[in-house]
């Protein structure tokens, strides 16, 4: 398995951006016949691609040191700012958008956006993800408070570097035959438990009983739990990948990477109008787990043919769509009204997708433009870090 940039995983997280993206017009509040063929209802699920995604990053930035260098403060900081380099320009340039627009589009006082303001930017900090409540004093403030509700995923990926990276450098091997397999495994076990079988498949309020059961977000143990399975499907695939297939075998291979993507897409897309439980999302999850094994494996013929750099970009561009959605999502009901779901739903992916290339554009000039402010208020004496691991070579 090499460490070159992955086109098949690139082209599904750009499927699995736009699935979370189309989940998210639920904000229009669709009728009751039209929720029965919604599209993605459980399109949430596309999340647990980013975060096994994640461990495999995590994974591929451990073995990318010699072994035999001791963990220092400068490698651990450098491959927290490179993580933090990939998605805060687009996050604090789309953040800022969203919070004007849906403020003004809200008619929020100026008092009360500056409640939100402050409450917003504690939240794109992994807070929330280490069990501390960021609330507004106010409860009318609560429309434009949740500016971009999916930055929470960022936040607490990064929080879950922020524990697992030193774990891992400490001891490689025991943390990918041991720690990663087992801690997944218990974690989303108890996720599940906790969450599918105590609670019927119902929407699980958390009450001050159960925060002390959980004394963390739902959301954080799914992060963790799966970060730490992308970590262990790293470590597997990457053994996986030297054993020797026939011609064959990959084309089999190649099926089953299809299909145990498809397979997560259609349970997402039809288990409302099958009433098929919640209990069963960890199939989905299982089907992702598995597509992105064989997809980092190479064994498969398909995924070769995702080995062009206009996949690559593809994959990098998926950043751009899951930061903007949101603005459209929780605004565009106040300016279209009287319009059938499908075609509003075309119009705010439409939106999206062109005000992604947007940010795309401006997030260069917006990098010259904080450094030159920072140079201008700061000066530049500030020598910069050694061991920068930036990774670039991001999937």
């Not at 299909?259 to 997560?264: D, E, I, S, V």
Request: hydrophobic share 50%; proline share 4%.
């Amino acid at each position: 398995m090499t460490t070159k940039r992955n086109g098949a995983l690139s082209f599904w997280a750009f499927i699995f951006c736009m699935i979370i993206v189309v989940h998210y017009a639920y904000f229009f509040k669709p009728s009751a016949a039209e929720s029965a063929s919604f599209f993605f209802y459980r399109g949430d699920l596309a999340f647990d691609f980013f975060f096994i995604l994640a461990g495999v990053l995590l994974a591929k930035s451990v073995n990318a040191v010699p072994e035999d260098r001791p963990l220092c403060a400068k490698e651990f900081g450098g491959f927290l700012k490179g993580r933090l380099r990939w998605y805060l320009p687009g996050l604090a340039l789309c953040w800022i958008g969203t919070f004007i627009v849906l403020n003004y589009v809200c008619r929020i006082d100026a008092k009360t956006t500056a409640t939100n303001f402050f409450a917003g930017v504690l939240e794109l900090l992994p807070l929330h993800g280490a069990g501390f409540e960021i609330m507004p004093a106010e409860e009318n403030a609560l429309v434009g408070y949740r500016v971009m509700d999916q930055a929470w995923a960022l936040a607490a990926v990064m929080l879950a570097y922020f524990v697992l990276y030193p774990l891992y450098r400490s001891d490689r091997k025991r943390f990918e035959y041991y720690i990663a397999p087992v801690g997944a495994a218990l974690l989303l076990a108890f996720l599940f438990f906790r969450t599918h079988v105590l609670s019927f498949d119902k929407v699980l309020l958390l009450d001050a009983k159960s925060k002390l059961m959980y004394l963390f977000p739902p959301g954080t143990y799914k992060v963790f739990g799966e970060v730490l399975a992308g970590a262990a499907c790293y470590a597997v695939a990457r053994h996986f990948s030297k054993k020797p297939v026939s011609k064959g075998v990959s084309h089999l291979l190649s099926l089953a990477e299809i299909g145990c993507y498809l397979g997560a897409i259609l349970y997402m897309q039809f288990m409302l109008r099958f009433e098929i439980p919640k209990r069963y999302d960890y199939l989905a999850a299982g089907c992702i787990l598995l597509g992105i094994f064989l997809s980092l494996s190479g064994q498969s013929s398909v995924s070769r043919l995702f080995d062009h750099k206009f996949f690559y970009a593809l994959g990098r561009f998926s950043l751009y769509p899951f930061l903007t959605f949101m603005v459209f999502a929780k605004t565009l009901p106040y300016f279209i009204h009287g319009m059938g779901m499908k075609k509003l739903t075309l119009i705010y992916v439409g939106l999206t997708l062109a005000s992604a290339v947007v940010v795309m554009l401006l997030e260069k000039p917006f990098v010259r433009l904080v450094k030159s402010a920072k140079k201008l208020f700061i000066g530049s004496g500030s020598a910069k870090t050694g061991a920068d691991l930036t990774e670039k070579e991001s999937v």
